[in-house]
């Protein structure tokens, strides 16, 4: 039985992204060893672990922020070419990154469209398109958000999450990554990203998911898999494992038999 | 109740009721304030001089009775700034991308002398002294010499990861090794004579009174144009536009602004030795008429050639190096703010990691505004080479932190991300203005020195202390 065949959750057939034997080391240190995880349209897949456990890394290797040492990337069974972030969104692949990675000193406008700027036919930027632009996708997304012509640094933490999800989802991602999406952001405004992961679920969209918080994960998920010391513990569906069985994935390695181990899982004595 | 109401009407919008009713205006027309008390420091500057001067040499018919807001000197204040200029506006770039350039002036040096030697030791014998090429193949040259240098350093800095501090600093010791080595340490002197005129030298180095106004009327209807298109366009995707007097200000202030300062250049006459040349050459008669020592057109008395109030007289109009610097000044805020080229610069300067996260090749940039800095040296060093008709080693001295300190009082941030090209070339002017006007009360250049860097800390606390406050 192969492991695509047991995979669950509306997911079948060729998976949308494959990371196979990802490893990448900085230094004397591998931050990644020998990692494979996979992703199916519309699915979620919750990546867990301790800080420094890799998953940072590994899913920066997918979105062209690193260049993996070794490995493979496949997209819809073929093998993908990422070599940095412009490879990586000429594959549909975008990605939210935890620190946001906005440009503080310009407005919304100019952070959602950086490095796809729309032009008039003179090829000068068309601000005035891209701020109505703007102000369409806000308002969908956030619609008490006002503050187009100020530079990004001077809003509230969850108006700069909006700007970067925004961004994210405008330009017809088929991949999207979301490194600890609401790690910043109050009870209200988490549910509402909740929402947002469940509607683009259903757009057939395939999200990773990277998050401390394992309920997050258990609420959101379909699929989940554990990272610890730069190794894949275990991948498991959420419905075959427990809160418990998950933190014991996360803290020592344990794999427990509802999930298909990996190369970081301790075998047991 | 008022605090009551205050407190609605803040809920209402982002403008706060508190600030003053100036405050609004500006802010609904989207005025820069910064801007305007540069500006008003600028003003201040020029009319302390004049009244100084005036105090000090009464009679030199300035504005306030000085020998500082006089067209002549006002004239030469805009050819003096034109060098500065053209340089700190690619300095801009270069610090909003998080990088300086410490090698300009030794860069000036170097392409100065290289582009000397070329016209007056291999053009000038081959094509003969005085052909009409050497002019236009030195200033490619120079601007592709200066492009080149600065593409070498910003390979170095983008792709050698060395810091730009660095790899400039060493740039700023060699380049002027370099420029001794080429001149053989002697000054490479007379320039080509069209080429001379680049700098402003001679009464054919300026467009004169009619071209002068066509080129304000040109400039006034583009505000206005520019300004009817971005309402239009604000319009036509349906949001609010600015409300149409701060429109109608913006083109009446922008348009006097043009107007004037065409009338100050317009109202220099060249001086009367020149205009005597000039008339018996060209077989132009001069009027007879009577000798007036304040006079500043010539006239016959008898068989000689005096000065008096009605004569004949040559009205100067823009010298080519301010057209220059007004040029660049355009094409480099147009690059900066309507181009993907200066979005990218500003969002690098912002966050240099998201940039590239974003998909911007910052290493390719940061070549290309290093490139940019380099072709804009290039035409400074054209410009002040042509102006002294001489290229010396020395002619970029200390250039670099003239240049650097005129984009920081312009509002350049060190920290990257902020800064304008306007605010630069202001500060180009406001640190020429403040040279020139002490020159002009004979204070000792060591003093002057002084006084420089002072403003220079000066108006960076006072910049910081009211970005705090606007925040």
């Known amino acids: 039985m192969t492991i695509d065949s047991i995979q669950t959750g509306g997911a079948r057939g060729v998976p949308l992204v494959e990371l196979q034997d990802v490893s990448i080391a900085f230094g004397g240190i591998r931050a990644v060893d020998h990692a494979s995880v996979d992703l199916y349209a519309g699915e979620v897949v919750g990546l867990l672990g301790h800080n420094g456990a890799g998953k940072s890394t590994l899913i920066k290797v997918l979105s062209g922020a690193y260049k993996r040492d070794s490995g493979n990337i496949r997209i819809d069974g073929k093998e993908a070419d990422i070599s940095n972030p412009r490879d990586a969104k000429a594959y549909g692949i ?70 970067a999800i925004a961004r994210a989802i405008h330009f017809n991602a088929r991949i999207l990554i979301m490194d600890e999406p609401t790690a910043a952001l109050g009870p209200q405004e988490t549910a509402q990203v909740g929402e947002l992961i469940m509607q683009l679920k259903a757009q057939g969209i395939g999200i990773f998911l990277i998050s401390h918080d394992i309920h997050d994960v258990f609420d959101l998920a379909d699929r989940l898999a554990v990272m610890k010391n730069g190794r894949v513990v275990g991948t498991a569906h959420v419905k075959d494992v427990t809160k418990d069985e998950v933190l014991g994935m996360i803290i020592l390695g344990k794999c427990p038999p509802g999930a298909i181990p990996g190369p970081g899982a301790i075998k047991e004595a | 109740m008022g605090w009551g109401m205050a407190e609605q009407s803040n809920a209402g919008g982002p403008a706060s009721s508190n600030e003053g009713l100036f405050r609004r205006l500006l802010r609904a027309a989207e005025i820069d304030t910064r801007m305007l008390g540069m500006l008003a420091a600028l003003l201040l500057i020029w009319v302390g001089f004049d009244v100084m001067s005036a105090i000090l040499r009464p009679g030199g018919g300035g504005l306030f009775g000085g020998s500082f807001l006089t067209s002549r000197n006002l004239w030469i204040l805009l050819v003096q700034t034109s060098v500065i200029a053209v340089m700190t506006t690619g300095m ?357 020195n002084i006084v420089v860097g002072i403003v220079l800390v000066l108006a960076v606390f006072v910049d910081q202390a009211y970005r705090r406050r606007v925040k």
């Open chain 1, 94 to 163: 975008e990605t939210i990154y935890q620190t946001l990675a906005l440009a503080d000193n310009v407005d919304a406008a100019a952070n959602l469209y950086l490095g796809r700027e729309l032009r008039t036919r003179w090829g000068t930027l068309d601000d005035i398109a891209m701020e109505a632009e703007c102000r369409r996708v806000m308002g969908r997304l956030n619609p008490n958000f006002r503050r187009f012509k100020e530079p990004v640094k001077s809003l509230s933490g969850g108006q700069r999450q909006s700007v």
């Open chain 2, 92 to 448: 801009v770039l270069v610090i909003v991308l998080r990088q300086i350039d410490l090698s300009v002036g030794s860069m000036l040096s170097v392409v100065a002398v290289a582009t000397g030697v070329l016209q007056v030791f291999e053009l000038g014998p081959t094509l003969g002294v005085g052909h009409p090429a050497i002019w236009i193949i030195a200033v490619i040259f120079a601007i592709a010499l200066g492009a080149a240098i600065g593409m070498f350093n910003g390979v170095l800095i983008a792709y050698g990861q060395i810091p730009s501090f660095i790899v400039t600093l060493g740039g700023l010791i060699a380049f002027s090794g370099a420029a001794f080595l080429i001149a053989s340490g002697v000054t490479v002197a007379p320039m080509d004579k069209t080429f001379k005129l680049i700098g402003g030298n001679g009464p054919l180095a300026s467009i004169g009174p009619m071209w002068s106004w066509v080129l304000a009327a040109v400039a006034c209807v583009g505000i206005g144009i520019a300004t009817l298109s971005g309402r239009r366009r604000r319009l036509k995707f349906s949001f609010a536009p600015k409300p149409v007097w701060a429109d109608v200000l913006t083109v009446v202030v922008g348009c006097a602004a043009v107007l004037g300062t065409t009338a100050v250049v317009n109202s220099y006459l060249w001086p009367a030795r020149v205009a005597e040349r000039f008339a018996v050459e060209n077989n132009i008669p001069i009027p007879a008429g009577v000798e007036n020592r304040a006079g500043l057109a010539i006239c016959t008395a008898g068989d000689k050639v005096v000065t008096c109030l009605d004569g004949l007289s040559f009205q100067t109009g823009y010298p080519i190096p301010v057209l220059i610097m007004l040029a660049v000044g355009l094409v480099m805020t147009f690059v900066a703010r309507r181009t993907r080229f200066g979005r990218y610069i500003f969002a690098t300067g912002g966050n240099p990691e998201a940039a590239e996260l974003a998909g911007v090749n910052t290493k390719r940039l940061t070549v290309m505004v290093f490139t940019l800095m380099g072709a804009l040296v290039g035409i400074s060093a054209i410009i002040a080479s042509a102006r002294l008709d001489a290229a010396t080693t020395a002619l970029g001295t200390l250039n670099e932190l003239y240049v650097i300190a005129a984009a920081v009082i312009g509002g350049t941030s060190l920290a990257g991300g902020i800064g304008t090209i306007y605010g630069a070339i202001v500060g180009a002017l406001l640190m020429q203005s403040l040279q020139s006007g002490m020159a002009l009360l004979n204070v000792d250049s060591a003093y002057t």
